[in-house]
Nanobody, 116 residues
Framework: QVQLVESGGGLVQAGGSLRLSCAAS????????MGWYRQAPGKQRDLVAI???????NYADSVKGRFTISRDNAKNTVYLQMNSLKPEDTAIYYC??????????WGQGTQVTVSS
């Protein structure tokens, strides 16, 4: 099993920054794909950013140029640096991890609220 624990959410004014962290434990591999999704009230869960074991990244168009995903395999942690935050970034942010067997794991979610 894999456990993912997020931290770093909170309330911030528009234009501000937050950094999310997600620490993994359990049956994890450095080859795992890691990422972040978000879900706003009444909407589906959408991809925010994803990073491969080779550190290739992919971002949702809405966050390109503002958010940066990174990973530290030694700490089994993935980060999401969020800058120039907008009210429409308000959502619950979920950490995601997928291994080579296509097993998928989710964190419990952390709330990000951006006030205008």
């Amino acid at each position: 099993q894999v456990q993912l624990v997020e931290s770093g959410g909170g309330l911030v004014q528009a234009g501000g920054s937050l950094r999310l962290s997600c620490a993994a434990s359990g049956s994890i591999f450095s080859s795992d794909v890691m990422g972040w999704y978000r879900q706003a009230p009444g909407k589906q869960r959408d991809l925010v950013a994803i990073i491969s074991s080779g550190r290739s990244t992919n971002y949702a168009d809405s966050v390109k140029g503002r958010f940066t995903i990174s990973r530290d395999n030694a700490k089994n942690t993935v980060y999401l640096q969020m800058n120039s935050l907008k009210p429409e970034d308000t959502a619950i942010y979920y950490c995601y991890r997928r291994n080579g067997y296509r097993d998928e794991y989710w964190g419990q979610g952390t709330q990000v609220t951006v006030s205008s």
